[in-house]
């Protein structure tokens, strides 16, 4: 049973190893150990393409997940407590988001803006001189669209946990409502807002499918990634792989962390 | 300020982000799935069941949608229950929560880079050449259906631990030492009681791996090198390449239709067996 586990374990992490291993190869070959050296990884870094389409995927990545953040945590505290058709309606909606397959909000979204635009376009041209296009903008929305729900359901599943006493205290002290949540809740559930904001941040980042229908003309890291992989495997996308990795394990310690803290409060 | 003013103040941009970004959309494939294919690409109105007639045209990559995420959601089942059941009844409470987090983390890290890892470990240098050592000459891993299984279940394993896990971790375990009093050899123990109980984490698990495989597009583009398509890899094709707007939209809907099938046969069988609302969490 323990060898078996072992093994799923190496199942699960030797091909990452892997690719973290020959990420630091001296030779040319992508497939093969010859030396070690960071040479890929100044290669990778000084790719004005590598650095460009990290700089679109962070920029991206960043403001989704604030936006997310913000908007699922206030559609979280008003839904907590809420019973009736609005209720009713946001939980089918938050269901819809998380369920529906990544490509298929791709598509709808790649087709409905590219209409949308097609018919504002013209009067907004010539209004303002101006038009719109897919592009980041379009990019944060859609990978907003998902995260909030994601947060919406971890600060909802915190606040439902919250020991009512203490804002009953609170009010009875003399607080007013705004205080008390300043004071009293906000701290409370700050933990999950933040957890939330990461995996908003993780999913962005690593997302490759909605972001190839909806980004335009923009290139994120993973459709940079996507495309170099066609073309052939090479020790700078290893390097490049590598990075990506640490950087999102580096996020989900944090969040992992942040939950647990908040768990543990949750119990106190 | 009343207090449900602030309710609805609270929840309108939450409500006006799913309007614009989730029902406009979704409704527009609906709208498009009935219309015509331009003659410059894109889409033109109409109203018409030509789409749907056209089907068939893609019944290969539905067929191996339809073969392939099953196979993969059960190939992962049977790789992930046994691990779980480790991790429930085996593992010492100190390194519970470790060993729980090292499965969740690949989950949650680039799909893309970890389907990119077997192209190394499935290609010419990897495996096949271990295999030539030992006399298996010319054997062909990747862009096979081989290769993609096993891009399903390197990705979608963690998906199906963490359900099944719960279920076992909440089995009250006095059941099984009554049954072991009771003389009931190990075995049949585990087929009638610890099995049963573990359904709803099995049935959840299973739901989770094959909603999001029937989506799937990466690992066959990775991995299937174009000669194993999924439903996704035609929907790519048809909205970035060839412009078909409205064939593609009615693939999307009949795609998000079997979809639905599935869920409704799992609500189903979880009725049955009984199943808890908590099981899905996966942080």
């Given at each position: 049973m323990k060898l078996y586990a072992w093994a799923v374990y190496a199942f699960l992490y030797l091909p990452i190893g892997i690719i973290a291993l020959f990420s630091?190869?001296?030779?040319?070959?992508?497939s093969q150990m010859q030396g070690f050296s960071l040479q890929w990884y100044g290669r990778a870094l000084n790719n004005p393409f590598v650095m460009e389409a990290l700089w679109t995927s962070v920029r991206v990545a960043f403001l989704s997940a604030v936006l997310a953040t913000v908007v699922g945590t206030m559609a979280a505290l008003a839904l907590t407590g809420m019973r009736g058709r609005t209720r009713k309606v946001f939980d089918l909606l938050v269901q819809i988001a998380v369920m529906i397959p990544g490509i298929v909000i791709g598509i709808a979204t790649l087709i409905a803006l590219v209409s949308v635009f097609d018919l504002v376009n013209p009067w907004l041209e010539g209004l303002t001189g101006w038009k719109l296009s897919l592009g980041s903008g379009s990019l944060i929305a859609a990978h907003g669209l998902f995260t909030m729900s994601l947060v919406v359901l971890l600060v909802r599943g915190r606040m439902e946990t919250l020991d009512g006493a203490l804002i009953e205290a609170s009010g009875d002290l003399g607080a007013t409502p705004m205080g008390t949540f300043w004071q009293v809740t906000f701290p409370q559930i700050l933990p999950a807002i933040l957890a939330g904001f990461l995996l908003a941040f993780t999913f962005s980042f690593d997302d490759f499918i909605i972001a190839f229908f909806v980004a335009g003309a923009e290139t994120t890291l993973p459709i940079y990634v996507f495309s170099s992989i066609r073309r052939g495997v090479t020790p700078e996308i290893n390097a490049i792989g590598t990075m990506v990795m640490a950087a999102s394990l580096l996020m989900l310690i944090v969040a992992q962390l942040l939950l647990r803290r908040s768990q543990a409060q949750a119990r106190r | 300020m009343t207090q449900s003013r602030a309710r609805a103040l609270l929840l309108t941009p939450a409500g006006l982000w799913y309007a614009a970004m989730l029902l406009l959309p979704l409704a527009v494939v609906l709208i498009f799935s009935f219309g015509e294919r331009s003659a410059i690409g894109g889409y033109a109105p109409g109203f018409t069941f030509e789409q749907y007639a056209n089907l068939p045209a893609r019944f290969a990559a539905f067929r191996n949608t339809l073969t392939l995420a099953p196979v993969g959601t059960l190939a992962a089942l049977l790789i992930a229950y046994p691990l779980a059941y480790f991790l429930a009844v085996k593992v010492s409470p100190k390194w519970k929560t470790m060993l729980l987090v090292l499965v969740i983390v690949p989950f949650w890290t680039s799909i893309l880079i970890r389907s990119y890892a077997w192209i190394f470990l499935l290609g010419g240098k990897g495996i096949p050449a271990l295999l030539e050592v030992i006399?298996?000459?010319?054997?062909r891993l990747l862009n096979t259906p081989f290769a993609v299984l096993v891009g399903i279940v390197y990705g979608y394993l963690p998906l199906m631990v963490f359900p099944i896990y719960v279920a076992l971790e909440k089995l009250d375990k006095r059941l099984l030492e009554a049954a072991a009093d009771l003389g009931t050899p190990p075995w049949r123990a585990f087929l009638q009681i610890t099995l049963p109980l573990s359904m709803p984490g099995v049935l959840t698990g299973s739901m989770l791996v094959f909603i999001l495989l029937m989506g799937e597009f990466l690992i066959p583009a990775i991995l299937g090198g174009?000669?194993?398509?999924?439903v996704g890899n035609a929907l790519v094709d048809l909205f970035?390449?060839?412009?078909?707007w409205a064939f593609g939209s009615a693939v999307a809907v009949a795609l998000v239709v079997v979809m639905l099938i599935t869920v409704g046969i799992y609500t189903r069988l979880v009725k049955r067996f009984g199943a808890s609302r908590d099981d899905v969490g996966l942080m």
């Amino acid at each position: 049973m323990k060898l078996y586990a072992w093994a799923v374990y190496a199942f699960l992490y030797l091909p990452i190893g892997i690719i973290a291993l020959f990420s630091f190869s001296a030779g040319r070959s992508a497939s093969q150990m010859q030396g070690f050296s960071l040479q890929w990884y100044g290669r990778a870094l000084n790719n004005p393409f590598v650095m460009e389409a990290l700089w679109t995927s962070v920029r991206v990545a960043f403001l989704s997940a604030v936006l997310a953040t913000v908007v699922g945590t206030m559609a979280a505290l008003a839904l907590t407590g809420m019973r009736g058709r609005t209720r009713k309606v946001f939980d089918l909606l938050v269901q819809i988001a998380v369920m529906i397959p990544g490509i298929v909000i791709g598509i709808a979204t790649l087709i409905a803006l590219v209409s949308v635009f097609d018919l504002v376009n013209p009067w907004l041209e010539g209004l303002t001189g101006w038009k719109l296009s897919l592009g980041s903008g379009s990019l944060i929305a859609a990978h907003g669209l998902f995260t909030m729900s994601l947060v919406v359901l971890l600060v909802r599943g915190r606040m439902e946990t919250l020991d009512g006493a203490l804002i009953e205290a609170s009010g009875d002290l003399g607080a007013t409502p705004m205080g008390t949540f300043w004071q009293v809740t906000f701290p409370q559930i700050l933990p999950a807002i933040l957890a939330g904001f990461l995996l908003a941040f993780t999913f962005s980042f690593d997302d490759f499918i909605i972001a190839f229908f909806v980004a335009g003309a923009e290139t994120t890291l993973p459709i940079y990634v996507f495309s170099s992989i066609r073309r052939g495997v090479t020790p700078e996308i290893n390097a490049i792989g590598t990075m990506v990795m640490a950087a999102s394990l580096l996020m989900l310690i944090v969040a992992q962390l942040l939950l647990r803290r908040s768990q543990a409060q949750a119990r106190r | 300020m009343t207090q449900s003013r602030a309710r609805a103040l609270l929840l309108t941009p939450a409500g006006l982000w799913y309007a614009a970004m989730l029902l406009l959309p979704l409704a527009v494939v609906l709208i498009f799935s009935f219309g015509e294919r331009s003659a410059i690409g894109g889409y033109a109105p109409g109203f018409t069941f030509e789409q749907y007639a056209n089907l068939p045209a893609r019944f290969a990559a539905f067929r191996n949608t339809l073969t392939l995420a099953p196979v993969g959601t059960l190939a992962a089942l049977l790789i992930a229950y046994p691990l779980a059941y480790f991790l429930a009844v085996k593992v010492s409470p100190k390194w519970k929560t470790m060993l729980l987090v090292l499965v969740i983390v690949p989950f949650w890290t680039s799909i893309l880079i970890r389907s990119y890892a077997w192209i190394f470990l499935l290609g010419g240098k990897g495996i096949p050449a271990l295999l030539e050592v030992i006399g298996l000459d010319d054997v062909r891993l990747l862009n096979t259906p081989f290769a993609v299984l096993v891009g399903i279940v390197y990705g979608y394993l963690p998906l199906m631990v963490f359900p099944i896990y719960v279920a076992l971790e909440k089995l009250d375990k006095r059941l099984l030492e009554a049954a072991a009093d009771l003389g009931t050899p190990p075995w049949r123990a585990f087929l009638q009681i610890t099995l049963p109980l573990s359904m709803p984490g099995v049935l959840t698990g299973s739901m989770l791996v094959f909603i999001l495989l029937m989506g799937e597009f990466l690992i066959p583009a990775i991995l299937g090198g174009g000669k194993v398509f999924f439903v996704g890899n035609a929907l790519v094709d048809l909205f970035l390449q060839s412009r078909n707007w409205a064939f593609g939209s009615a693939v999307a809907v009949a795609l998000v239709v079997v979809m639905l099938i599935t869920v409704g046969i799992y609500t189903r069988l979880v009725k049955r067996f009984g199943a808890s609302r908590d099981d899905v969490g996966l942080m």
